[in-house]
């Protein structure tokens, strides 16, 4: 049996969707430099890729995909999904 709980409070919701929400988040990784330089052909390729490769091998599956993307389903009361629209980013601490 499967049994619906809200992600934000843990109160049981209706197997049908009857009474609550569902909020899709997904991050993904800015597409970043996209122009080339003279300088950029000439660096040693190889030995970036091989300096990657061993950064990669000392991370966990899960660590490496969090930096390039990640998706999220939230099962939300009508409480939590007014809270969460009242202010997506609460759980977000910014940096200044």
């Known amino acids: 049996m499967i049994r619906y709980r809200c992600d934000g409070c843990g109160i049981d919701l209706a197997k049908d969707g009857s009474d609550h929400f569902i909020v899709k988040v997904e991050a993904f990784a800015a597409a ?17 890729l091989t300096r990657l490769i061993d950064k990669l091998e000392a991370q966990s599956p899960d660590e490496i995909e969090d930096q390039v993307y990640r998706a ?3 099962d939300l009361c009508p409480g939590c999904h007014r809270r969460f629209l009242d202010a997506p980013l609460a759980g977000v601490k910014a940096k200044h």
Do not use: Q, W
Request: proline residues 0%; aromatic residues 4%.
């Open 72 to 74: 999220l389903r939230l």
């Open 32 to 48: 970043g430099k996209t122009e080339f330089t003279t300088e950029d052909l000439r660096r040693d390729h190889e030995a970036e």
